[in-house]
């Protein structure tokens, strides 16, 4: 079984959970690619996407990645600056659903919250002013993310996926 992890990630955040997720894979049959240093996808038997979210979604590189996924298995992982709600997650999962590749095992998300640049911060609030305390308090949330319990949680979650692949074959 290969496995690919694959992700985008500015700031290092979706960085450090794509590298945990990668270390929790008990293969030598695996590889970790960065987006911005190939958009060239492996063939794999699963995949495991990741981004930081930027506008409400992932960029075009992502979506480019997705698109050259034809079989398997994809699991997704992101980062976000909003606390990650079940709700925020289902939103991002209906989004990004018409880019599922067609005839791929989905296999759930994984999402925390990420702490958020400087310049980013000022964007945000200057964009939605009437929520500045709520942002503040979420950016103040944010700045210890990820931290080593989401990095435990991407792990539980990749070993999951692991387990369920397993009963299935
Ligand atoms: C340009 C920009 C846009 C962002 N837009 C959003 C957004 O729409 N929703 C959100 O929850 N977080 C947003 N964030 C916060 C990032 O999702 C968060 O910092 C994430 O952990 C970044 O991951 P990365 O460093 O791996 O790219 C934004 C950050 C930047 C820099």
Redesign the pocket.
Known sequence: MKYAVI???????????AERIYQTLDTSEKELIDLDITSEVPKADVYFV????????CSIHVLNALDQITSGRIGLF?????LPAEQ?KANLEKRLDVWMPEGVDYLGMFLC?????A??KK??IEQLPDREKELKHMFKI?KT??DQEDLEEAEDFAMAILEKIEGLA
């Not at 992700?7 to 959970?17: A, C, D």
């Not at 992101?78 to 909003?82: D, I, K, P, Q, V």
């Open positions: 992700y985008q990630s500015r700031s290092g955040n979706t960085r450090l959970i990741g981004f930081g979210v930027h506008d409400y979604f992101a980062t976000c600056g909003y925020y919250q990420g702490k958020v640049e310049d980013q964007k945000m944010g993310h990820p």
